[in-house]
């Protein structure tokens, strides 16, 4: 028997749908009777280890009998995959396929009383033709951007890949795909204002899929009044812009500034959620406080632009519990004017212990755990200002310094300040440390003892042009998170804060 001619093909792969045309060509024929003769020469996809070297009967995978083989020479045919030859499931060796070309004196195998001969193979030495999953999108999230883009496109299907070509409202993206092909991420290009755009997804091996209509850029915002004084209390102004009803507004009393819901702020420049350190590292300055979407396109909110809407809160008690540093009252209670409050109460607080933070309106954090937990509700005394002996001055210097009980903090920033060698009127302009903070007046002299820190004044929004923002989640680092959205810089977006 003559040896079987090595073959390859090309292309190498194509979709488990078939119906897409390969060739199979040999580079030097060694022996004439191995040619391809057009209406004799038939072709099998067969996933065994090797081709069979005859066949008298049918193979169990789909054949292409020689009528539907083209014959483009002796070495060289072409013939179009029968989708019969396909499996289901994710991209594996199990999809790769030997093709095999046989000498075949019938129609099918059996049809003649001569078996079909294999004279042209492509095996797993020389290459076999690979089978790629027909890929799906089932789902995307979120629905809609800025014009700016960002954030991250989480895709949802079967037989992804990052192979081939992927287009979002025909702008070309590339994804991260998972292990199992099941999950993309995307980052979300920017684009025109438009949509809802189709997402694409075709594969290098063949195959593609469209999820229509998956994706809207949302225009920028439009805001009136786009100008107020900062010695006017409360100013409304409407909000124009898209997707405002997919978006909780509920939080945004101001109490918790900066949770996990949705939010419009006041910005000096492009608002940043990314962590550093511990906070956001271009944050809001002021919250656009209860907020009300009156239809998906419009909103309205009040700024407060002489003080935020709240100073510090004056002095009460709380029942609660604590847990490490975190204080939890039976009901809701608090709010940004209770940041720096002095916490007193049962002998296992601290001294000098005060609220650094507000986690939600049931829970702070404190700037000290105290001795032991308070396992059962417990009153506690919230005062507005603080008192800590362990601080010494220096004359003609502005530095403050604590052996540890003042705890500074940033919330300390613009109170006022007072004890031995302090000017009066002198308030806390930087905090540098726990231990360390900038007065706004040199001291008069050498000192140390006991200081009060008083509570915070109302603190009115500086003068300037700012951007009104809008975001559907309010959290330091919101936008690492798949769902997350943000307004984009535009004219109508600008906010200018006036003295008159």
Same mark, same amino acid.
């Given at each position: 028997m003559a040896a079987v001619e090595v073959a390859t093909v090309s292309p190498s792969s194509g979709p488990s749908a078939g119906g897409?045309?390969? /060739?199979?060509?040999?580079?030097?024929?060694?022996?004439?009777?191995?040619?391809? @003769?057009?209406?004799?020469?038939?072709?099998?996809?067969?996933? =065994? +280890?090797?081709?069979?070297t005859s066949l008298t009967a049918a193979p169990s995978f789909p054949l292409v009998a020689p009528a539907a083989v083209t014959v483009v020479s002796a070495t060289k045919l072409a013939f179009t995959v029968p989708s019969?030859?396909?499996?289901?499931?994710? @991209?594996?060796?199990?999809?790769?396929?030997?093709?095999? %070309? #046989?000498?075949?004196?019938?129609?099918?195998?059996?049809?003649?009383? %001569?078996? !079909?001969?294999?004279?042209?193979?492509?095996?797993?030495?020389?290459? /076999?033709?690979?089978?790629?999953?027909?890929?799906?999108?089932?789902?995307?999230?979120?629905?809609? &951007?800025?014009?700016?883009?960002?954030?991250?496109? @989480?895709?949802?299907?079967?037989? $992804?890949?990052?192979?081939?070509? !992927?287009?979002?409202?025909?702008?070309?993206?590339?994804?991260?795909?998972?292990? =199992?092909?099941? $999950?993309?991420?995307?980052?979300?290009?920017?684009h025109a204002a438009g949509g809802p755009f189709a997402l694409?997804?075709?594969?290098?091996?063949?195959?593609?899929?469209? #999820?229509? &209509?998956?994706?809207?850029?949302?225009?920028?915002?439009?805001?009136?009044?786009?100008? +107020?004084?900062?010695?006017?209390?409360?100013?409304?102004?409407?909000?124009?812009?898209?997707?405002?009803?997919?978006?909780?507004?509920?939080?945004?009393?101001?109490?918790?500034?900066? *949770?996990?819901?949705?939010?419009? #702020?006041?910005?000096?420049?492009?608002? *940043?959620?990314?962590?550093?350190?511990?906070?956001?590292?271009?944050?809001?300055t002021t919250e656009c406080l209860n907020v009300m979407p009156i239809s998906d396109s419009e909103l309205l909110c009040s700024l407060y632009l002489a003080g935020g809407g709240y100073s510090m809160s004056t002095a009460r008690t709380v029942s609660a519990t604590v847990t490490g540093t975190t204080l939890t009252a039976a009901l809701g209670a608090f709010g940004p004017a209770d940041v720096g409050m002095l916490v007193t109460g049962p002998t296992t607080i601290t001294a000098g212990t005060f609220i650094t933070s507000i986690i939600d309106p049931t829970k702070v954090m404190l700037s000290?755990?105290?001795?032991? %937990?308070?396992?059962?509700?417990?009153?506690?005394? $919230?005062?507005?200002?603080?008192?800590? %002996? *362990? &601080?010494? $001055?220096?004359?003609?210097?502005?530095a403050l310094t604590s052996g540890g009980t003042a705890a500074f903090a940033a919330s300390d920033v613009g109170r006022p300040i007072s004890g031995?060698?302090?000017? =009066?009127?002198?308030?806390?302009?930087?905090?540098?440390?726990?231990?360390?903070?900038?007065?706004s007046q040199a001291a008069t002299a050498s000192a140390s003892g006991t200081y009060v820190i008083g509570a915070a004044p109302l603190i009115e929004v500086p003068t300037g042009v700012y951007t009104v923002t809008v975001v559907n989640s309010g959290a330091v680092d919101a936008q690492n998170t798949p769902a997350y959205q943000r307004s984009v810089i535009n004219s109508g977006s600008t906010f200018t804060v006036a003295e008159f």
């Open positions: 897409n045309t390969v /060739t199979l060509s040999v580079a030097t024929l060694s022996d004439p009777a191995q040619s391809f @003769i057009q209406g004799s020469t038939a072709v099998t996809l067969e996933s =065994a +280890a090797t081709c069979s019969g030859a396909t499996t289901t499931g994710g @991209i594996s060796a199990a999809n790769d396929y030997n093709v095999c %070309a #046989y000498s075949a004196p019938g129609a099918v195998p059996g049809a003649s009383t %001569a078996a !079909w001969t294999l004279i042209g193979k492509a095996e797993a030495g020389g290459g /076999t033709y690979h089978v790629g999953a027909t890929p799906t999108i089932t789902g995307i999230t979120p629905r809609a &951007a800025g014009t700016q883009g960002g954030g991250t496109l @989480i895709i949802s299907g079967t037989g $992804l890949d990052s192979s081939g070509t !992927w287009s979002l409202g025909g702008t070309t993206v590339t994804p991260t795909v998972n292990g =199992a092909f099941t $999950l993309a991420t995307v980052a979300i290009p920017a694409v997804h075709t594969k290098s091996e063949g195959g593609t899929a469209t #999820y229509p &209509a998956a994706f809207t850029y949302a225009a920028g915002l439009n805001v009136t009044p786009n100008t +107020a004084s900062n010695t006017r209390t409360r100013t409304d102004v409407s909000v124009t812009g898209t997707n405002f009803s997919s978006i909780n507004f509920t939080t945004s009393t101001g109490k918790t500034p900066d *949770d996990a819901n949705g939010h419009v #702020y006041l910005v000096k420049g492009n608002y *940043d959620p990314a962590k550093t350190g511990l906070v956001k590292a271009n944050p809001q000290k755990a105290p001795t032991a %937990a308070i396992a059962t509700a417990t009153n506690i005394v $919230l005062s507005p200002s603080r008192t800590f %002996a *362990d &601080a010494t $001055l220096t004359a003609s210097s502005t031995t060698g302090i000017p =009066a009127g002198t308030t806390i302009s930087a905090v540098g440390s726990a231990t360390g903070a900038t007065l």
